[in-house]
């Protein structure tokens, strides 16, 4: 009997992709509460004063960053904006000695200022200042003293929770490709269901479809700092299935109205296969991906096919397409510890 395995194969489960992916909020909270613990426990052995400020720092910070490219993406922001925060709390807290109404001044304009920017480019910095300012600065109510232990716990609480964040982070790059695959699936599932006596309801798949997309919107530009691709490809995927949702859409209704919708039976089912073969190869990196052109190719060897059908074909064919293009740096990204023997899949089942 090996031994090694006993061990190490439910931590190699623990970053595989499929797993983060799946409980990716219930990850997030494990981290966000380590980190809470680790720094209740230093303020507590250490007896440091102000140790709640630690701990405010650390819930700010981490947030809503549960995605690897997030974390990468905001962690310089947020401590530049921990730094210009602490420094202008500290400058508050010297012109509230000189004069309440100096100090009071120097803050709204130094909030007005993290407000604007709050709205641009550097958004998390922003933020953060706007947030350190005020605990820092306080409203003058605070020695200098007081000030610089807030200056440190919010040190402190910063360095604790960038450690913490990259505890099992999930990728962006994952969560993009398996939210594609279960849209390319269900979109697929329901184009089958579709036709003159069907009564199937495209309500829900329409509203589950639509809600996977606005998560996938967010996701990309983590999704592409991860990967090392333009954005252009993962906008393209994006609109195509823009596309999908109109035309699902657009089927449903047009079915019980348009004869030929129901004669195209090898060129549905192609699409069906189509859909169903990029769904798989986006959810396991499976390259068994069909041709784009042998689907354009089967829809011009068709003599009369219906308008809906024919732009949906065309649209199956350049997600298939652009996945062909795009898969390589997605596998790229893969962690060596996420491709699992397939014993150690059975973990995830349990």
């Known amino acids: 009997m090996q031994i090694a395995p006993l061990f190490s194969t439910p931590w190699r489960v623990l970053k595989h992709p499929v797993f983060l992916y799946e409980h990716f909020r219930a990850i997030h909270a494990l981290r966000v509460a380590l980190a809470f613990l680790f720094g209740g426990a230093i303020d507590l052995y250490f007896a440091i004063p102000y140790g709640t400020w630690t701990l405010i720092t650390i819930v700010v910070l981490m947030g809503n960053g549960p995605t690897q ?82 200056l440190g716990n919010v040190l402190i ?27 390319l699936r269900e979109v697929a599932l329901a184009y089958r269901q579709i036709g003159p006596d069907s009564q199937f309801d495209i309500g829900l798949t329409l509203e589950r479809v639509n809600s996977r997309l606005q998560k996938m919107r967010l996701l990309i530009p983590s999704a592409t700092k991860e ?25 449903s209704d047009a079915a019980s109205t348009a004869p030929p919708f129901a004669d195209n039976r090898r060129l549905r089912s192609m699409i069906f296969r189509s859909l169903m073969r990029s769904a798989r190869a986006a959810r396991f990196l499976r390259n068994d991906l069909q041709d784009g052109a042998a689907l354009i190719n089967a829809l011009s060897a068709i003599d009369e096919v219906d308008f809906l059908t024919q732009e949906l074909a065309q649209v199956s064919a350049q997600i298939t397409d652009e996945l062909h293009l795009l898969m390589p740096d997605i596998v790229r990204t893969q962690h060596p510890l996420s491709q699992l023997k397939p014993a150690a899949l059975r973990y995830l089942k349990r």
């Open 227 to 251: 990967s090392g691709q333009e954005s252009l490809r993962f906008d393209a995927l994006h609109r195509h299935q823009r596309m999908l949702y109109l035309f699902l859409e657009r089927s």
């Open 157 to 183: 609480g910063a360095i604790i929770a960038m450690f913490f964040a990259n505890l099992f982070p999930t990728r962006a790059i994952d969560r993009w490709r398996f939210l594609l695959a279960e849209n």
């Open 69 to 150: 490219g997030d974390i990468s993406r905001k962690s310089g922001q947020r401590v530049l904006g921990t730094f210009y925060g602490a420094l202008a709390g500290l400058l508050a807290v010297v012109f509230y000695l000189v004069t309440p109404w100096l100090g009071l001044s120097w803050m709204i304009f130094m909030i007005a200022l993290s407000a604007y920017h709050a709205l641009g480019k550097n958004s998390e910095a922003a933020v953060v200042a706007g947030v350190t300012l005020v605990i820092v600065g306080g409203l003058g109510e605070s020695a200098i003293e007081e000030s610089f232990w807030r």
